[in-house]
């Protein structure tokens, strides 16, 4: 069942075109990377499906239901989650507060919830009413992670969660997305580090110039001469 | 020709850059340690002048808040501001009295406030009665809806078009002047009072003499800032507010509902900024002008506190308030010589300049205030 | 949109039809609605001279200067104290008073316009120092800051002109400021000459401007206002060429000032209030189109027209028997003034200001204040809100 689909997309910023028909898929359960070169796109298409960026062209669907252009609040609603880059906490606010306003949708008693999912970040529960602002970077982008689960999402949206981390902070997040994918959330994340993110990965995707290069599983994309030359360098 | 820009937000920038952790923290201690200082010794040399200052400076930390809630959420200075507090006055006024005065008008609506048995009695040594009280209700009321109102009429569509700065500021400074005209229209340039006379002052130990209608002023004040606390710390609203105001983006990708947090920041402001235009023409007079001359200080708290910190406001207002108060009466004599007898004591009319100077030295020195963020 | 190129003509010709049938239709005194329509082609000059001083800090680099009174005043108080003779009782306390010194030149009657040209000097100097102290601290803040500063000097600026006893004779003003060439003709005919004056100076400053802007100078200003980030990339000193700005613009606006004290023979500071000397001077600018000239020149015509008529409304509303709005004429002006500014801007669409300020397409200005919420359903939109949310450090920008 394809959670997530993006058929044809033409995007960008303004007047400027970014992607020009670009298409990708996540089926329910895998975790997809999207690599490529500096202003291939990758953030951009992640933008476009969640809604931040007007889709010029082309359509997103989740679930089968086609919700190109709606708001990100309309996205969360149906089950989407997205992760920032940057800037992706509330600095003045607690960890605590932080995570309750991942919840602000829910009608429901959330506590159980926080609770839960601070049992996966067992670094960040400790300072759970520490100011975000005063957490390290890793511990900042674990919290994003924790904040962006807070509404059982059906998908979530990384763009590039391993950024400016620490080599050893690098791994323990993407260890622990795939604690999250294996607890039932497909991910799509887009990412420079290609190597470490392809190795988790069901399927990935190559974008270049805004457009599709290549497609493939994980392995494959590991394996793969043309992949490894140009794109895994680094 | 025109010659290397050199000065002091120059060096300090420069002495920033290079030594950004030690210098940066040492210039936020002797800022905290020399506000500091300075507090306590005007505290202990100004008793009276100091007091006085912290009723005003909770006049103003009530507006401030306001204006730091909508500045840190909306990202917008509020220009209509002060002439909001005053325009709310006057509607209480209205509400209380019923009258619109002015040149050969003396219009009375029949009925008003003040003709409920005891209205106008006042309670306790209070100069007022419940009249009052309940005009604030009204005035409050009034003011809520019309904040609500402006933002869904003109100011959610400059949203929408992302507007610039100028035409924001343009419009709030032309809904500034369309206040203060409607003040002058229906009650005219003079100065008015909820309550002729002259009410005394009660003496207190070290000093002190305050009227009973300036200690019920700052009750009120502490009053609403506990109910402002509880509703942006324990509320999840208020959290959405505190949220939104920190970073606009992330609220919006966390699924916040930004219309809904926009919807309580004006509510609250109004609320804020109707109870702190009631206190204030309690405090000074009803006076059109009034509403401009205030703008400073407000801006001056909310900055100084840090845009986007009620705290930051509330402590920034007292500091502006105590400066201002104190600087009327100061004298700084060294051995017996008077030092700067031609500033201080400051003459009566540079009152809310002094505002004006501490906006300039923080902004000069530290731009994100006390409690703010470095950009 | 359309509509929009037809709001401006269609003010410009209400206000013209208006501004000559009103007068008109009331008083059969030819001379008269001359002399009335001269005396507002007037105040239209000198309100134009500020605004084009505005439009240079404004419309040419960008600088949000809210305390366009405070070089007015500044200009108006300096020429006025250069010009009159010294204080004629002891009631009357101020600087200066150097007119009867000023006509040494023996023949060409210099008395009617030498001291007049130092005095005007003398205004833009003046004017012109107080930007470049008021530089410093002020032109590096963020846009806001600024706009919330440049009130406070006016204000502070105003509060010293009515408690320094002695410096400009506090709260009473000066009176009895003579005008340039006024004894060429009789006093009912004088305004007709300082009219061909001030027509002139606008002249003047409009060729210096227009040949300003034509130069490499201008050209680096106008690269400045469009694009911050990319200009100082290019090695040009940001701050050096808005100091300039603000001083040019500072010293024209002195110049107005100093056509005001003339034209009016008396100043105090009353006079010199938020309303009259800044938002009019803004409304103008953003009713005729920033960064245009002309457009300053038309916008100062609009709206003083607008003001104009609303107040020849009076005798009409003591004829309809309307007296509590005939004696509340004043602060219903203000009010329409107010009132229409507002309508102004939200009807008129974003591309409202032309020339208006854009952030570069990828990179928001550190010090830019970030988008605010509540944008439109599918995503931002408008060409403020172009810059995408992340903030990438790095030049140039790439969208990965």
Not at chain 2, 61 to 81: C, Q
Not at chain 3, 38 to 46: E, H, N, R, S
Request: proline residues 5%; neutral net charge; charged residues 15%.
């Amino acid at each position: 069942m394809t959670v997530l689909e993006a058929r044809e997309v033409v995007s960008g910023y303004g007047e400027v075109e970014i992607l020009h028909g670009v298409s990708i898929r996540v089926e329910e359960g895998e975790v997809v990377t999207i690599i490529g070169p500096n202003g291939a796109g990758k953030s951009t298409l992640l933008k476009t499906v969640f809604g931040l960026l007007p889709c010029k062209h082309g359509a997103v669907l989740f679930d089968g239901e086609d919700v190109t252009g709606q708001s990100p609040q309309a996205m969360v609603r149906k089950g989407m989650s997205y992760v920032p880059q940057s800037d992706n906490v509330f600095p003045l606010l607690t960890v605590q507060e932080n995570l309750e306003m991942g919840a602000f949708i829910r009608r429901d008693d959330y506590h159980s919830k926080t609770e839960e999912v601070l049992a996966l970040f067992p670094d960040v529960m400790e300072r759970r009413h520490t100011r975000a602002g005063k957490l390290s970077g890793g511990q900042r982008q674990m919290l994003a992670l924790a904040r962006a689960l807070m509404l059982d999402p059906r998908i979530l949206l990384l763009d590039e969660p391993s950024a400016s981390l620490a080599p050893n902070m690098v791994e323990l997040v993407f260890t622990k997305i795939l604690d999250i994918n294996r607890s039932g959330v497909s991910i799509i994340m887009v990412e420079q580090n290609a190597r470490e993110s392809l190795k988790l990965s069901h399927r990935g995707y190559v974008l270049a110039m805004g457009q599709n290069r290549l497609e493939g599983s994980g392995e494959n994309l590991l394996e793969s001469e043309e992949v490894g030359k140009t794109y895994l360098g680094g | 020709m025109v010659p290397e820009s050199t000065g002091f937000a120059e060096l300090l920038n420069k002495a920033r850059e290079r030594y950004p952790a030690v210098f940066d923290n040492l210039g936020t201690a002797a800022l905290w340690v020399l506000f500091a200082g300075l507090l306590i010794a005007a505290l202990i040399l100004y008793t009276n002048l100091f007091v006085v200052g912290v009723i005003f400076g909770s006049i103003i930390a009530l507006g401030a808040i306001g204006l730091t809630l909508i500045y840190g959420i909306m990202k917008f200075a509020h220009f209509a501001h002060g002439d909001m507090m005053m325009l709310a006055a006057y509607l209480a006024f209205f509400a209380l009295t019923g009258r619109i005065v002015g040149e050969k008008t003396e219009v009375d609506l029949g009925w008003s406030l003040d003709r409920l048995p005891g209205a106008t009695t006042g309670l306790g040594p209070l100069s007022f009665g419940y009249g009052l009280l309940l005009a604030m209700l009204v005035a409050l009321i009034a003011t809520v809806a019309l904040f609500v109102a402006l933002d869904n009429l003109i100011y959610r569509r400059l949203r929408q078009r992302g507007s610039g700065i100028v035409i924001f500021a343009m419009v709030s400074l032309g809904i500034a002047i369309v206040a203060r005209s409607v003040i002058l229209i229906l009650w005219g340039p003079e100065p008015r009072f909820y309550v002729p006379g002259i009410f005394p002052a009660h003496e207190f130990p070290f000093g002190i003499k305050l009227k009973a209608d300036q200690i019920f002023i700052f009750a009120t004040v502490a009053i609403a800032a506990i109910l402002v606390y509880f509703l942006l710390f324990r509320t999840r609203i208020g959290k959405a507010m505190r949220a939104t105001s920190d970073n606009p983006e992330l609220a919006r990708v966390s699924g916040i509902d930004t219309d809904q947090v926009i919807r309580w920041t004006w509510a609250i402001g109004g609320a804020l900024v109707a109870v702190a235009g009631v206190l204030l023409a309690i405090q000074a007079q009803l006076k059109p002008e009034l509403g401009f001359t205030i703008l400073l200080p407000l801006f001056a708290a909310a900055i100084l506190g840090g845009i986007g910190s009620p705290q930051g406001a509330l402590i920034g207002a007292m500091i502006v308030g105590i400066t201002q108060e104190v600087s009327l009466g100061v004298e700084i004599s060294i051995a017996g010589r008077d030092i700067l007898p031609q500033i201080l004591p400051l003459a009566p009319g540079y009152k809310f300049a002094v505002a004006f100077v501490i906006l300039i030295l923080i902004l000069l020195v530290r731009p994100q205030g006390l409690f703010g963020a470095k950009a | 949109m359309k509509a929009d190129r037809f709001i401006t003509p269609a003010a410009w010709a209400l206000v013209t039809v208006a501004i000559v049938t009103l007068p008109a239709s009331r008083s059969q005194d030819l001379g008269g609605v001359i002399s009335f329509l001269t005396g507002f082609a007037i105040l239209v000059a000198i309100f134009a001279i500020l605004a084009l001083g505005l439009n240079v800090q404004w419309g040419y680099t960008g600088i949000f200067n809210f305390g366009v009174v405070a070089f007015f005043m500044v200009g108006a108080y300096t020429a006025a104290i250069i010009t009159k003779g010294p204080a004629t009782t002891e009631y009357v306390r101020y600087v200066g008073g150097f007119g009867d010194k000023l006509d040494f030149i023996p023949f060409l009657d210099s008395e009617q316009w030498l001291p007049f040209l130092f005095g005007t000097a003398g205004a833009a100097i003046v004017a012109g120092a107080l930007a470049f102290v008021l530089s410093i601290p002020t032109l590096r803040l963020r846009e806001d800051y600024l706009a919330i500063a440049t009130i406070g000097i006016a204000e502070l600026l105003r509060r010293i002109a009515i408690e320094e006893k002695g410096l400009v004779n506090s709260d009473r003003g000066l009176i009895g400021i003579p005008s340039p060439l006024e004894d060429l003709v009789n006093p009912p005919e004088y305004k007709f000459i300082f009219f061909g004056v001030v027509v002139g100076l606008v002249i003047l400053i409009l060729i210096a401007l227009e040949a300003g802007s034509r130069s490499p100078w201008g050209r680096v200003l106008k690269a400045i206002r469009e694009d911050e980030t990319t200009a100082a990339a290019a090695g040009k000193d940001i701050f050096n060429f808005k100091m300039q700005s603000f001083v040019v613009g500072a010293m024209i606006m002195g110049v107005g000032g100093a056509a005001y004290a003339y034209y009016s023979r008396s100043v105090s500071p009353d006079a010199f209030t938020h309303f009259f000397g800044t938002f009019l001077i803004w409304a103008m600018l953003i009713v005729g189109g920033s960064g245009n000239n002309k457009g300053a020149i038309l916008g100062a015509y609009i709206v003083w027209g607008f003001y104009s008529i609303t107040g020849l409304m009076r005798a009409y509303f003591a004829d309809w028997g309307l007296e509590f709005l005939e004696l509340r004429m004043s602060f219903l002006r203000d009010f329409v003034v107010g009132a229409l500014i507002v309508i102004v801007l939200l009807l008129r669409p974003a591309g409202l200001l032309p020339e208006e300020r854009r952030v570069s397409l990828f990179m928001q200005r550190e010090d830019k204040q970030p988008t605010p919420p509540g944008e439109p359903e599918s995503g931002p939109t408008g060409s403020r809100a172009d810059a995408p949310p992340d903030r990438e450090k790095g030049s140039g920008g790439q969208a990965s």
